[in-house]
């Protein structure tokens, strides 16, 4: 169960009407090798953000099929990539990023896993430009849609989605959304400040800051082609999941290694996992359950 306080800021939400005007990330980019340095282990598995890539990896592996090429947008240090990759050993990956420091951050992690399977090139993900048309099987992105200047960048970067992805392609694209009011993102950004450290806590607030709205969101949603839907957490839209129908029941390997995963996290993301599957399910979303 949410806190009280948490619970007390989910029912403000709920009741009020608009988000605030966006504010852009301060920088798109994040080069900054300690800006990089901090998200990194913030983000890594057992970090404080691990109960989300959990979650995505989860669904992740419903929608990803042996043989598959899958290509996740603005991979950063690739944390998400290398567990949906480690789980997925019969698909080919291709991370793509802007900023140099933060591939080299991923090409490391990706060989201290002895992954073979991930392969990492620098781009934009509004100008795919080193992607043929109907090349992937799979488009994935984590945490970056927020990085994007505008609607208009967005919508360029849904028509990239569109034209790289195969006929039945499938996508998956799961970031922040911009909450109404502004004390519902301080709380948020700042409720694990002390675990997360100060640069990652800035960086949220920022992001928070910088989300598109569900209404935008939902704007640029055709762009990206049909048969896609939008779920949001209830009561606050605070995570937002765009995703195609899953393809396949979790085969058992994947499954036994989520819940491995699931036993690997601290006991407070093994309950924000619960809660976040929970919400979901409100949204008619089933996510699987892990922790049976
Ligand atoms: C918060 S990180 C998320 C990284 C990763 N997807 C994850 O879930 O851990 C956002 C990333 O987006 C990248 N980025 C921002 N704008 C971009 C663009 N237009 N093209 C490619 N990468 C971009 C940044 O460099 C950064 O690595």
Known sequence: MPSLTFFK???????????PPREPEPAMLMDDPAQVAAFARAGREDGVIGQVYLLNTAQLCELIRPGDKVVDLACGPATQLAQVARLNPQAEFLGIDLAPTMLADAAAHIAQQGLGNVRFALGDITQLSGLADASADVVMSTFSLHH???VAALGRCFAEIRRILKPGGR??????GRLKRPATMHFMAYRHAV?????????????????????ELQAALPALGPGLRLYHSPLAAFMVIIRSPAQRALPSAAHAGLKALWRSLPALQQDEFEELRRCFKIKQLTIPALHT
Do not use: I, K, W
């Not at 800021?9 to 988000?19: G, K």
């Not at 996508?171 to 922040?176: A, C, E, G, I, K």
């Not at 675990?195 to 209404?215: C, I, K, P, W």
């Open 195 to 215: 675990e997360q450290g100060e640069m990652f806590t800035t960086d949220y607030h920022n992001s928070l800051r910088a989300a598109f709205s569900v209404a």
């Open 171 to 176: 996508v998956y694209l799961s970031d922040f």
């Open 9 to 19: 800021y989910l029912v403000c939400e709920a009741f009020s009407r608009t988000p």
């Open 148 to 150: 994007l200047p505008d």
